[in-house]
């Protein structure tokens, strides 16, 4: 899997360590750290969409809880 994560795999192993799992592999926590990624992108591509069609430069807060939905 090409690793284009954004996200620095320090934070990403930590939510897993919190969601209960007691290793880790590296490439579970690239693969992990991909898909948040993506999700994130998409969510964001979502938020810009609803700021331009409200007629908004700026991306708000609500633009973002709404994408997310």
Do not use: C, Y
């Amino acid at each position: 899997m090409k690793n284009t994560s954004i996200i620095p795999k320090a934070p990403v192993s930590r939510i897993l360590f919190k969601a209960g799992a007691k290793r880790v592999s590296q490439p579970a926590t690239d693969a992990f750290a991909e898909v948040l990624s993506e999700f994130a992108e998409d969510i964001a591509r979502r938020s810009v969409q609803i700021a331009r069609h409200s007629g908004r430069k700026t991306v708000k807060e609500r633009d973002i809880k709404l994408a997310a939905k």
